[in-house]
């Protein structure tokens, strides 16, 4: 319940930006589009790849259902470039150098000030001569050319360095193995079960909370599907949202990452017993996320977070077998 209080607030946090500022997020439509035509694909995959569920649902609750997440997929995409814009930071450096969006930011120039009242009215070539301040000279009577000084407020705002694919690949590699051995020893060291809500829940119920007994298509694309959608909503959106929103910038950036880690790993309580195991788990893992994402962009954090998921289903169901 927790975690669907904080998906639906941050929700509407998106929907509210994109309207509001829906002439500055222009570039990023492609993007969230896109993203939300990806979670509308591997949904209908989810239902065809497993036996029954189309009969299970009625055709208008599935196209108001996909409706739904098109629209809120787009809109956390959409919002959270934007808010990473506005703090110096390229959500998908990678694509958006490919394919534009990249933002030029510069902060706003001082206004330059306004000509007295009772010097606007007939101001003449020869009067505005007369009361331009006279050029600095030398003593031999030469002019000194002055070069002007660039306003600080005029500055641009730092972006995000395009990443390298080697430091990529290494990091987005280093934290999936990082990942995955943590909660192989975690797991192995406590033997958490299954909690006793999701004991009680039906075969289909846990592969919608993510565990299952065995290893199906269906099984992997819904993991596949919850990584997607968790690094759009989580990393992308509401971090960025934390950090522009509560002031932190760039240069406190490590605190947006913390809270938004806080409340991904709260949203996975009641996962397995005793509780603590997967608070224990998830957790430092939302901060390596967190911090692939400020480094190399929502690409790597979301190639992170899928491989952990594939490969961390292999993992779960040996260990807690």
Same mark, same amino acid.
């Not at 570039?27 to 790849?49: C, D, N, Q, S, T």
């Not at 959608?229 to 992308?236: G, K, P, Q, T």
């Not at 709260?266 to 195991?277: E, I, N």
């Given at each position: ?16 930006? =994109?309207?509001?500022?829906?002439? !500055? !997020? ?9 993203? +939300? +035509? ?41 919002? +959270? ?12 450096? !990678? ?20 000509? &007295? ?18 050029? &600095?000279?030398?003593?031999? +009577? ?20 395009? &990443?390298?694919?080697?430091? =990529? ?12 051995? *943590? ?90 017993? &005793?509780? *603590? ?41 040996? !260990?807690?077998?």
């Amino acid at each position: 319940m927790f975690l669907v209080v904080v998906l639906l607030f941050f929700t509407l946090v998106a929907l509210v930006t =994109w309207i509001r500022q829906r002439s !500055v !997020v222009r570039p990023y439509r492609k993007y969230g589009f896109a993203a +939300g +035509g990806a979670i509308i694909a591997l949904l209908v995959l989810i239902l065809a790849v497993t036996p029954g569920a189309l009969s299970a649902f009625s055709t208008i609750g599935l196209a108001a259902a996909g409706t739904w997440d098109f629209i809120r997929i787009s809109a956390i995409t959409i919002t +959270g470039i934007y808010f990473s814009s506005q703090i110096g930071h390229v959500g998908f450096p !990678v694509l958006m150098r490919r394919f534009g969006g990249v933002p030029a930011l510069t902060t706003p120039a001082e206004p330059r000030a306004s000509t &007295p009242p009772e010097l606007s009215v007939a101001m003449t070539p020869a009067t505005a001569a007369a009361i331009r301040p006279a050029a &600095p000279t030398t003593q031999t +009577g030469e002019a000194i050319s002055v070069a002007p000084v660039a306003s600080a407020e005029a500055a641009p705002m730092p972006i995000q360095p395009a &990443p390298r694919a080697r430091d =990529w690949l290494l990091a987005t590699g280093g934290v999936v193995a990082g990942a995955l051995v *943590w909660t192989t020893v975690l797991f192995a060291a406590a033997s958490p079960q299954l909690s006793r809500a999701l004991r009680q829940m039906t075969e289909s119920d846990l592969a919608q909370a993510g565990f299952v007994s065995t290893i199906t298509l269906s099984a992997l694309v819904l993991v596949v599907q919850f990584a997607f959608a968790e690094e759009l909503m989580f990393r992308l959106a509401i971090q960025n949202i934390l950090a522009k929103t509560l002031n932190f910038g760039l240069a406190r950036y490590r605190t947006a990452i913390v809270l938004t880690s806080a409340l991904w790993a709260a949203g996975h309580s009641g996962q397995l017993d &005793p509780d *603590w195991v997967k608070l224990a788990q998830i957790f430092p893992i939302g901060l390596a996320f967190g911090w692939l994402y400020q480094k190399y962009g929502a690409e790597s954090s979301i190639t992170a977070h899928v491989l952990f998921n594939l490969i961390g289903t292999f993992v779960t169901l040996i !260990v807690l077998s």
